[in-house]
């Protein structure tokens, strides 16, 4: 074979080979820690038959986690009507407090875990629309909680987080209203947990027929990714 065929090829393996080598996808950076606050949502869920023994452990730890450092509300809640189902709403000056406060809380997880259905099913956020309590449990007897997930797809995403500030500012001048905070999950800012205290279950209903409440909520529905995730809750006390 000439020597010139050999040259050329032997260069177009090379440039054969070349193409064939795909550069290694980059690296995604891992979401990065909330600065400042640090809110948590732990969704629970128990067998029914022991809903009293996880009622009790989440008692003791609530009553404990809102006495420790950095502690901004801890309010452990159970669903009306399902009373194996729970939810954990905390507030935390910044990840280091949480970090703290998680270590502390091991014991008490520890002891749910052999009554659960499930793994809990937790959520750390940011905070978003934080009313005047910053967060902290309203601790007035006969409070009606929700708690409600927003998920909408990202290209709606600043849409439907101004909605909800809005909603949040509206309700907390509503009569009765003890608490309404909204939290966007860190990892997923499409993601928003909306938290509602009430003097009674008769001031939530009111709100929910309120024109401001009606208003926000036609034009959120046509954002909504799933569900309008919205559950009723008392405090374990």
Same mark, same amino acid.
């Given at each position: 074979?000439?020597?010139?065929?050999?040259?050329?090829?032997?260069?177009?393996?090379?440039?054969?080979? /070349?193409?064939?080598?795909?550069?290694?996808?980059?690296?995604?950076?891992?979401? /990065?820690?909330? /600065?400042?606050?640090?809110?948590?949502?732990?969704?629970?869920?128990?067998?029914?038959?022991?809903?009293?023994?996880?009622?009790?452990?989440?008692?003791?730890?609530?009553?404990?986690?809102?006495?420790?450092?950095?502690?901004?509300?801890?309010?452990?809640?159970?669903?009306?009507?399902?009373?194996?189902?729970?939810?954990?709403?905390?507030?935390?000056? @910044?990840?280091?407090?949480?970090?703290?406060?998680?270590?502390?809380?091991?014991?008490?997880?520890?002891?749910?875990?052999?009554?659960?259905?499930?793994?809990? @099913?937790?959520?750390?956020?940011?905070?978003?629309?934080?009313?005047?309590?910053?967060?902290?449990?309203?601790?007035?007897?006969?409070?009606?909680?929700?708690?409600?997930?927003?998920?909408?797809?990202?290209?709606?995403?600043?849409?439907?987080?101004?909605?909800?500030?809005?909603?949040?500012?509206?309700?907390?001048?509503? @009569?009765?209203?003890?608490?309404?905070?909204?939290?966007?999950?860190?990892?997923?800012?499409?993601?928003?947990?909306?938290?509602?205290?009430?003097?009674?279950?008769?001031?939530?209903?009111?709100?929910?027929?309120?024109?401001?409440?009606?208003?926000?909520?036609?034009?959120?529905?046509?954002?909504?990714?799933?569900?309008?995730?919205?559950?009723?809750?008392?405090?374990?006390?």
């Amino acid at each position: 074979m000439p020597r010139r065929r050999h040259f050329y090829l032997f260069w177009g393996l090379v440039l054969l080979m /070349a193409a064939s080598i795909q550069p290694a996808p980059a690296q995604q950076p891992a979401p /990065a820690a909330p /600065a400042g606050p640090v809110y948590v949502i732990t969704y629970l869920e128990v067998g029914a038959a022991s809903a009293a023994k996880a009622a009790a452990i989440l008692r003791k730890l609530s009553a404990a986690s809102r006495k420790e450092d950095g502690s901004l509300g801890f309010v452990a809640l159970r669903e009306h009507a399902r009373p194996g189902r729970f939810a954990i709403v905390e507030g935390w000056k @910044d990840k280091a407090a949480l970090d703290k406060h998680a270590a502390a809380a091991k014991p008490a997880f520890d002891q749910l875990q052999p009554l659960e259905a499930a793994p809990p @099913d937790v959520r750390t956020c940011n905070e978003l629309a934080m009313g005047p309590a910053g967060g902290r449990d309203p601790m007035v007897k006969g409070t009606f909680y929700v708690v409600t997930h927003v998920d909408v797809p990202p290209p709606s995403k600043e849409e439907a987080i101004g909605l909800v500030k809005q909603l949040a500012e509206d309700s907390r001048k509503d @009569d009765g209203n003890l608490r309404f905070d909204v939290v966007q999950q860190s990892s997923r800012p499409n993601h928003m947990e909306m938290v509602e205290a009430w003097r009674d279950r008769t001031a939530r209903d009111a709100h929910v027929m309120a024109e401001h409440t009606r208003a926000i909520r036609t034009k959120l529905t046509p954002l909504h990714g799933a569900l309008f995730d919205e559950r009723l809750y008392e405090p374990v006390r």
